[in-house]
């Protein structure tokens, strides 16, 4: 029997009987999989639907709580969705569809077509299209306790469901909650719900023909479609601080005589009684509501102007409780003692200072002939100040005084990755297990700039240098004076001053100035092959060979002979399939085609789940395509030009 043709099924839930769940798991209510059409095991198809669930789950973090999406080529294309209940949060969404991703397969393992439903959410996919499609296919849900007064709560119900239908099919999220006092001592809480890829035409269709399905007898019922949902319940189901209620209106026809008058001891009726109390009580109650709404009001005003105020205020006077004075960092560094020097960076100096406290600081004291003037400096301070991930470098405070603009971070004690990497000495420090720790860290880092900090953050000069490691070799992202922001909308930039360090820059930067997210995702490819190879990227660029390192890694791949690419120090000491993912996911980070590289997102999505199926890379552009036309070291550019 076809999947869109599927007699209703009636499914009875007593609710006081529901089994517990556990809190991790979102409540499983129903699901369908079609047994005429599957696919074989290891196929393209079960590739592609990989593809599929792993995009739907990196995209459960969205706020409007529905995504869409297609994988594949004919005959193989899917066609995929993921809608969360409206009042859920962001946190539940993505809970329920990354759970749903796991558990359909379980319950499907070789249908091309399935849909599953829970209390939170529902995810469905299919072999051929069906975005802003109205199909049949319901699930009824009902409780077996009848409705002491069937005929007037049908009435109630249709007009109530009506009227919801059409302002959820009239809204964006096509969503709509409500509620009405159907006696002095119940009332009904009602939702109905589409998948936001309907129009509102359909939207509303659906919506009436589950609304004609529900069990109006019963004191509460649920139609789950395969484009939209409706339910009724005698008490609250949904999260209503999310979705507030409208304020129930007068109690309609169903609502009970009222007792009959009785006189207390007192001499006063009961009538009486309740006429002196009901105001004193409704006074009450409208000054409590009162007082919450004027303090959620000034709770939201607070917040906003906050809000305004990081947004507008990016300058110094944002990290003024920052600032260090010349003469406390002079003695922290003993005058900037050679002693005390770690290292040069593309900008100047880096010392190791000691404060008063005791407390060990990394001294950035940038060169008066750097290319890094004072916005570059003050654009480093705002960044890194206001940046908190355990893989970023900690930006303890800042002196900006007279010529000097000296950056004070935390210490990280064992420097940066490339003096491990590039270290005879220190290589076989960094075993596999270390280097795939922090190929995930960096990956994580990332991920917090591009797209969970407040603003989208560009960071334009990823290297392995610019990678620090802590006492546990934690690696901590660092050097942030090159870095980029860009507006929520905003997907990429250009620019006619070229900065990085070549190697490691995206060839349509290097050659063009085109900048975006994906220009980190070239960066953090090139690192990673770095990671496993524990070859230097310049050390290629410098030599006569034709190769890259890009090159290199892809003509093993090629050949089949990609653990030939492991560093030696690595010995037996590593695990194939963690290399093997690690060297797919380098290639496909440095793919020509910006497009053709995944997001950060996916790719710790790739790094943690081997369920995830990887697309194949295509040969990464060749070393006299990305290469500039002048010589290439490994300190960073800041005022060449594209050609």
């Known amino acids: 029997m076809s999947f869109f043709r599927m007699s209703m099924a009636v499914v009875f839930l007593f609710l006081l009987g529901l089994a517990v769940t556990s809190q991790a798991d979102p409540n499983y209510v129903y699901h369908r999989c079609s047994n ?71 319950r499907c393992p070789v249908e091309k077509v399935a ?34 007064n069937q005929t007037s709560a049908g009435d109630l119900l249709r007009t109530t469901m009506n009227g919801l239908a059409t302002q959820a099919s009239s809204s964006a999220r096509k ?32 919506l009436q023909e589950s609304i004609g399905k529900l069990v ?33 209106p007068a109690p309609s026809s169903l609502t009970l005589p009222p007792p009959p008058s009785r006189t207390g001891k007192g001499g006063l009726s009961a009538v009486a009684i309740v006429a002196i109390v009901a105001p004193i009580v409704a006074s009450m109650v409208l000054f ?35 600032q260090f004075d010349f003469a406390s960092i002079e003695v922290a560094t003993r005058k ?15 010392y190791k200072g000691t404060l008063p406290n005791g407390q060990d600081i990394a001294v950035k004291r940038l060169s008066r002939s750097s ?33 000097e603009k000296i950056l004070v971070y935390e210490f990280v004690p064992n420097k940066s990755l490339d003096s491990f990497l590039y270290d005879p000495e220190k290589q076989s420090q960094l075993d596999w297990s270390r280097r795939y720790r922090i190929i995930g860290g960096i990956a994580r880092g990332i991920l917090y700039l591009h797209e969970d900090s407040r603003l989208r953050i560009i960071h334009r000069d990823l290297k392995a240098s610019n990678i620090l490691l802590d006492g546990d070799m934690n690696p901590k992202i660092s ?10 909308d905003q997907t990429q930039g250009n620019t006619s001053k070229i900065v990085g360090t070549y190697g490691y820059m995206s060839p349509e930067y290097a050659m063009h100035g085109q900048f975006s997210v994906k220009s980190d995702v070239y960066s953090f490819g090139v690192i990673v092959l770095e990671i496993i190879t524990g070859k230097k990227n310049s050390s290629f660029y410098q030599s006569d060979v034709g190769d890259d390192l890009a090159s290199y890694v892809w003509r093993h791949w090629r050949d089949g002979t990609p653990l030939e690419l492991l560093d030696p120090t690595l010995t037996d000491s590593y695990s194939r399939t963690e290399v093997m993912r690690c060297i797919h996911i380098g290639l496909l980070c440095v793919q020509e085609d910006p497009a053709d590289r995944p997001t950060m997102a996916t790719i710790v999505l790739m790094l943690n789940s081997y369920s995830v199926s990887l697309p194949l890379p295509q040969q990464p552009a060749s070393k006299s395509e990305s290469q500039p036309p002048f010589s290439v070291n490994e300190m960073s550019i800041t005022e060449l030009h594209p050609r």
Not at 75 to 93: A, E, H, K, N
């Open 36 to 106: 005429t059409t599957t696919f074989t095991p290891n196929s393209t198809y079960q590739s592609n639907l990989n593809l599929l669930l792993s995009s739907l789950a990196s995209n459960s973090t969205s706020n409007n709580g529905f995504h869409n999406t297609t994988t594949g080529q004919t005959p193989d294309t899917i066609y995929g969705l993921f809608l969360c209940r409206g009042d859920v949060s962001t946190d539940v969404c993505q809970d329920c569809v990354t759970f749903a991703t796991q558990d359909v397969v379980q």
């Open 115 to 148: 849909v599953i439903w829970y209390d939170e959410c529902l995810l469905r996919y299919s072999n051929r299209t069906f975005f802003n499609t109205n199909e049949g296919g319901f699930v009824i849900l009902y409780n077996t306790k009848n409705s002491t």
């Open 175 to 206: 969503f709509a909650t409500g509620a009405m006092n159907i006696s002095s001592i119940s009332a009904l809480y009602t939702l109905a719900q589409c998948t936001q890829d309907l129009s509102s035409t359909n939207c509303q269709s659906c």
């Open 216 to 248: 109006a007898g019963s004191i509460g019922s649920q139609v789950l479609g395969l484009s939209c949902n409706v339910r009724f319940e005698m008490y609250l189901f949904y999260n209503q601080s999310a979705v507030p209620v409208p304020a129930p």
């Open 288 to 322: 409590v509501i009162g007082y919450c709404i004027l303090s959620r009001r000034a709770k939201k005003k607070c917040s906003t102007t906050q809000e305004q105020d990081d947004v507008v205020g990016d300058d110094i006077t944002t990290v003024e409780s920052l």
């Open 336 to 350: 900037f003692s050679d002693d005390n020097k770690l290292g040069e960076g593309g900008f100047g100096e880096v």
């Open 371 to 403: 290319g890094q003037g004072a916005q570059e400096f003050k654009n480093e301070v705002v960044l890194v100040a206001k940046l908190q991930h355990r893989n970023l470098v900690k930006l303890l405070g800042f002196c900006l005084e007279g010529e």
């Open 479 to 488: 050097d942030f004076g090159m870095a980029r922001i860009f507006g929520v």
